[in-house]
C-alpha cells in the first residue's frame, strides 16, 4: 500500500514541526517551510521529511509547481506569522503572510485538486481561538459558532485567512476543515512567546515582564494534545468541518508566572533563600490587549471522541524541563 503524502507548510516552526515527529512512516512527508526566524531544522529529524522546499507561501507559481512535483493527499496549513507584539509594531508581514500567503495557498490547492479530482482531498487550516476577540468574566467560552470579533493586527489576519478558507470551501468546493486552538505550549516554542520567554528570563536572571497588572486570562493547551486533534482529522478525513480545540486550563497570566517560578525554584533552586518571582516586574500593557480567552470544544470531544492526555501542571514541569536542559547544555 503506498503511503499517503502529506504536505505541511511551516513544519520546522512549533507547532508543525511537533506534528510531524507524531506522524508514522504511513506517510510521506513534504514541508514547505521558509525559515524564517521561529523556525528551525533541527526541530525535526531530517529522516522524517522526504524534502523541505525553503519557499515563501506567497509565491504561488513556486506553489504550483510543488504541488505538481508532490502530488500530496493532504495539506496542513500551520505556516503563520504568529506573534501579536510583532504585529502591532510590523503588520504588513502579517498581512502578506497572513493572508495573500493563506490565498496563494488556497488557489494552488484548488488548481491542483480541480486538475487531478484527488480522493479525500484535504486542506487543514489551522488557526487560533484570538479571531473570536475578548471575553469577560462569566462569558460563555467561544464555540464553532461564535462571532469573529478580532482586536490585533495578528488575530485580524488569522480571521482573513478563516474566512478566505471558507470561501474556497463553499464557492469553489475545495474540501477543508478549520480548526481554531487555544494557546499551545510545549518544548521548541519560540523564546518570544510567554511561557518560553518567563523561563530563558528567570534561567538568566534577567527581569520578567508582566504587561499590565497580569491579570488576562488565557486557556492554555499542551502542543501534543493539539497535534493528537489534528492527527484526528486527518485520518478520519473530516472534511468540510470546524473544530475549535482547546483543553479547559483557563489561567491568569500573574498566576502561571508564578506557578513557573515556583516549579524552578524546585528544580534550579537560586540558593540563599532568593526566589525567581522576585525578578518580576510589571510594565506598560500592550495596546489593544485582549482580556479573556476561553475555549469550547465539545464539539470535537464528541465528534471524534478526541480528549486531552495531559495533565496542565505535568505538562509544565515537562516543558521547563525541556527548556532547563537546553540551557544548561
Known amino acids: 500500500m503506498s503511503k499517503q503524502k502529506i504536505l505541511v507548510t511551516g513544519g520546522f516552526g512549533f507547532i ?25 531544522l533541527n526541530n525535526v529529524d531530517s529522516d522524517k521529511v522526504s524534502k523541505h522546499f525553503n519557499v515563501n507561501i506567497s509565491n504561488e507559481k513556486a506553489l504550483v509547481d510543488i504541488f505538481s512535483e508532490v502530488h500530496p493527499d493532504k495539506v496542513i496549513h500551520f505556516a503563520a506569522e504568529s506573534h501579536v507584539d510583532r ?32 480522493r479525500n482531498f484535504l486542506f487543514i487550516h489551522v488557526s487560533t481561538d484570538e479571531v473570536f476577540g475578548s471575553l469577560e468574566l462569566g462569558e460563555k467560552s467561544f464555540n464553532e459558532n461564535t462571532q469573529y470579533k478580532p482586536n490585533s493586527p495578528y488575530s485580524a489576519s488569522k480571521a482573513a ?48 515582564p508582566i504587561y499590565g497588572n497580569g491579570e488576562q486570562i488565557r486557556d492554555w493547551i499542551f502542543v501534543e494534545d493539539f497535534c493528537e486533534a489534528i492527527l484526528m482529522v486527518l485520518e478520519k478525513n473530516m472534511i468540510n468541518e470546524k473544530f475549535n480545540i482547546g483543553a479547559n486550563n483557563e489561567i491568569r497570566n500573574i498566576d502561571l508566572v508564578e506557578k513557573i517560578c515556583c516549579i524552578l525554584d524546585e528544580m534550579e ?30 464539539k470535537i470531544r464528541k465528534n471524534l471522541d478526541w480528549k486531552p492526555n495531559w495533565n496542565f501542571n505535568d505538562a509544565l514541569k515537562f516543558t521547563i524541563k525541556h527548556y532547563l536542559d537546553k540551557f544548561e547544555k
Not at 508543525?16 to 521558509?34: H, Q
Not at 478558507?165 to 518570544?192: A, D, H, I, M, W
Not at 532568593?274 to 476561553?294: A, C, T
Open 269 to 298: 533552586p537560586l540558593g540563599e533563600g532568593k526566589k525567581y518571582s522576585n525578578l518580576i516586574q510589571f510594565v506598560e500593557d500592550r495596546k489593544g490587549h485582549d482580556f479573556r480567552y476561553s475555549i469550547n470544544s465539545e
Open 16 to 40: 508543525g514541526s511537533n506534528f510531524i515527529k507524531m506522524l508514522n512512516n504511513k506517510y510521506e512527508i513534504f514541508v514547505i517551510d521558509s525559515l524564517t526566524y521561529a523556525a528551525n
Open 161 to 208: 485567512s478563516d474566512h478566505l478558507v471558507r470561501s474556497f470551501n463553499k464557492t469553489y468546493k475545495l474540501p477543508s476543515t478549520l480548526l481554531n486552538c487555544s494557546n499551545n505550549f510545549g518544548p521548541n516554542q519560540y523564546e518570544e512567546k510567554l511561557i518560553p520567554l518567563v523561563i530563558n528570563k528567570a534561567l538568566n536572571r534577567l527581569k520578567i
Open 87 to 118: 504585529s502591532i509594531s510590523a503588520p504588513d508581514t502579517f498581512i502578506e503572510t497572513n493572508i495573500l500567503g493563506t490565498y496563494s495557498l488556497l488557489k494552488a490547492s484548488l488548481n491542483y485538486y480541480d486538475e487531478n479530482k484527488i
